[in-house]
């Protein structure tokens, strides 16, 4: 955990604090970590787990299940968005990573990609590539919960008391899920354009019956969409990394500390409150020359 403090802070009368998930491991970075723990566990090596998951050309989620296959010897699949991909000439370093670990790739056309919820197809890709277990993308299944809720035990123990908010990047809902599943209160920022529909995906990732927390979602910090930048979300984040020595990347974890600052400057949060902004790692994902 890293106290920021800076002239937006300090004009908001705010206490922030990062909590830096993205020291956790070098290849299985923040919050994919978090969310695979308890999954990967729960295999055992009697039944040759065989793992078949989603994900696009820049996945941090790929990318992570991929290390954590090659490091347990778990044999992996990866069912990649786009064929173009499979040309050589357009492997992204992200992907080049995975088959090095040893993931098989499989590029699919969008269309189909569009399927990767769907029970039938899920079936038959299990089958067509003897896989034991699908993951699905971005890791979020119910087994993410627990493993996100170590992070805000670990931020409690280190603070001694419960931040007023917890503010994270969405891509699938799942973290903020395990911070809701918590008890505690979340500001999420989605990555993605359209970002309403999170706020279901969240509710039915909780658990029913538990209390959990409130979340506070925000949808209009995505920068034109998943994936996508504008130039002041890049000089946003190039600030923010000299003042603090914090790298960030473009696809969450900057669109999440530059709607942060949005809130603080326009005076979102009462003076006294104190904030801790979750990076969830993704620095793979960093932007070359950012
Ligand atoms: C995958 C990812 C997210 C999105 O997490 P969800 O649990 O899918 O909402 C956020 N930040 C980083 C760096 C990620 O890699």
């Not at 003897?130 to 979020?140: F, I, K, N, Q, Y």
């Amino acid at each position: 955990m890293q106290a920021v403090s800076d002239a937006v802070t300090e004009r908001a009368g705010v206490q922030l604090f990062v909590k830096r998930d993205d020291l956790l491991h070098p290849t299985v970075s923040g919050n994919k970590w978090r969310k695979l723990k308890y999954l990967l566990q729960s295999l055992d090596p009697a039944d040759s787990p065989r793992l078949l998951t989603f994900g696009g050309a820049h996945s941090n989620h790929l990318y992570a299940l991929a290390a954590a296959g090659a490091a347990l010897q778990v044999p992996t699949v990866g069912i990649v968005r786009g064929e173009e991909y499979a040309h050589p000439a357009r492997e992204t370093s992200t992907l080049r990573f995975c088959r090095e670990q040893g993931m098989e790739l499989h590029f699919v056309s969008r269309e189909h990609y569009r399927q990767r919820h769907d029970p039938a197809y899920l079936q038959q890709l299990q089958s067509t590539f003897r896989a034991t277990l699908v993951v699905p993308e971005g890791g979020t299944t119910s087994l993410a919960l627990p493993g996100v809720r170590e992070l805000v035990q670990e931020t409690e123990a280190q603070l001694g008391y419960r931040p007023i908010y917890y503010a994270v990047a969405a891509g699938t809902g799942g973290t903020a899920a395990g911070i809701l599943s918590a008890g505690a209160q979340v500001l999420a920022f989605s990555a993605l354009k359209g970002g309403h529909f999170l706020e279901k995906e969240i509710e039915e990732l909780l658990p029913p019956e538990t209390c959990v927390g409130t979340l506070q979602l925000f949808t209009e910090y995505h920068q034109g969409g998943y994936g996508r930048h504008s130039p002041q979300l890049l000089a946003f984040i190039q600030k923010f990394e000299q003042e603090h020595g914090i790298l960030l990347e473009q696809v969450y974890t900057g669109k999440l500390f530059f709607g942060l600052y949005d809130l603080l400057q326009k005076g979102y949060f009462p003076a006294g409150s104190t904030l801790v902004a979750v990076h969830t790692g993704g620095l793979q994902g960093r932007l070359p020359g950012l």
